[in-house]
Nanobody, 125 residues
């Protein structure tokens, strides 16, 4: 079985930073890509970014590009999301995703078979 557990969420003022971590267990770290998504109240789940295992390539959603960065440590089975220059509109539940399935774009939530429980990020103005 596969488990993903996010941590690091919390309350931060606008302009501040947070670092989220996703600890993976099971077979998931054979996943080619691991991603982060977020969902704000009343909105659809949104792609934040992902990292590919093969080349370490990263991709980001337009709303976070230049402010967020993703890294992974295969030895520790973790993926991290560093969030800088946070804005109130970044407030959401952030989810880690793994188990990439070919045939979908990395930005598509359907591409991922496994999900964490989510961690709340709240940015105050």
């Amino acid at each position: 079985q596969v488990q993903l557990v996010e941590s690091g969420g919390g309350l931060v003022q606008a302009g501040g930073s947070l670092r989220l971590s996703c600890a993976a267990s099971g077979r998931t770290f054979s996943s080619d890509a691991m991603g982060w998504f977020r969902q704000a109240p009343g909105k659809e789940r949104e792609f934040v970014g992902c990292i590919r295992r093969s080349a370490g390539s990263t991709y980001y959603g337009d709303s976070v590009k230049g402010r967020f960065s993703i890294s992974r440590d295969d030895a520790k089975n973790t993926v991290s999301l560093q969030m800088n220059s946070l804005k109130p509109e970044d407030t959401a539940v952030y989810y880690c995703a793994a188990g990439y399935r070919g045939g979908y774009a990395y930005t598509n939530e359907q591409a991922y078979a496994y999900w964490g429980q989510g961690t709340q990020v709240t940015v105050s103005s």
